[in-house]
């Protein structure tokens, strides 16, 4: 009879926590639909009456617009190149800090590991003025170096690459190192494959931060060619949402997502795998 009761506790507690998550789940679509709903309806509906965005009739014509009548596709381009460019040079740079923090002895090691960690301390606004004083003096505003360089100082990420290369047996150098294999070899057939998972974690979470920022894109791109996508629709939300209208504005944003979507769909397996704390052989 208690066996019973306490099953009968158990599944009440059960679909409570189910419902509640249900319940989270829908607060948390609910923007995201209104914003899909509001991009497939005609603009001067939505101007007329916002409540026309429960009914139809809908339409694509918003995100056609988009391939003939607006700078997004020069702003994709822009946010793909520095996104890009960024995720590939930290995922280049904190694997061989990451490495070398790990494997290797040299001077002074704790100390400078304690100094990159320090980083993490230090809010991007402390540092803007000096670093727009710095790029301005060397004239690199309105470039992909500026929009670039700034991003690839990655503390945490060091940290992560540190510790995951300090998690795998140090026996797999030990059987290279009898091998006669180099360091680097060591570091690029070895351990490298191994830190996968970790690697995939940091470059989905490097590149949705350098697709999402807003703060320096807009200080250092003040050229309408050289936004990157987040400072694009912002400018179009300032300038357009009047004249073009709220629909296509919400359709410019939907396909601004589009990429962030696929990336993370694809990559999602090894977050999981890394967070779990298994590597992938």
């Known amino acids: 009879m208690s066996s019973f009761g306490l099953s009968k506790k158990n599944t009440l ?42 009914h139809g009739p809908y339409t694509l014509a918003n995100y056609l617009n988009i391939f003939g009548n607006s700078s997004v596709f020069r702003w994709v381009l822009n946010s793909i190149i520095v996104s890009g460019s960024i995720t590939i040079g930290i995922l280049v740079l904190t694997s061989l800090a990451g490495y070398g923090f790990a494997r290797l002895n040299f001077p002074f090691r704790n100390t400078i590991f304690i100094i990159v960690l320090l980083g993490l301390a230090i809010p991007e606004q402390a540092v803007l003025i000096a670093r727009h004083q710095i790029f301005a003096k060397i004239g690199l505003h309105n470039t992909y170096y500026a929009l670039i360089l700034p991003g690839l100082s990655a503390p945490f990420g060091v940290f992560l690459m540190t510790q995951f290369f300090r998690a795998i047996p140090k026996d797999y150098d030990e059987a290279a190192l009898l091998d006669n294999a180099s360091r680097f070899k060591i570091f690029w057939k070895v351990l490298l494959p191994l830190t996968l998972p970790a690697q995939a974690t940091l470059g989905i979470f490097t590149f949705l931060i350098a697709w999402n920022d807003y703060f320096w894109p807009l200080i250092t791109a003040t050229r309408k060619e050289m936004y990157t996508l987040t400072v694009g629709i912002a400018s179009s939300q300032m300038n357009f949402a009047q004249t073009e209208g709220l629909g296509f504005l919400m359709a410019q944003a939907v396909f601004a997502s589009a990429p962030i979507l696929i990336v993370y769909l694809f990559f999602q397996k090894y977050i999981v795998t890394a967070v779990s704390g298994s590597a992938e052989k």
């Open 13 to 54: 507690g059960d679909r409570l926590v189910l419902g509640s998550v249900i319940v989270l789940a829908l607060i948390m679509v609910a923007p995201v639909v209104w914003v899909i709903a509001l991009s497939l309806k005609d603009n001067g509906e939505l101007m007329a009456n916002m409540n026309s965005v429960f």
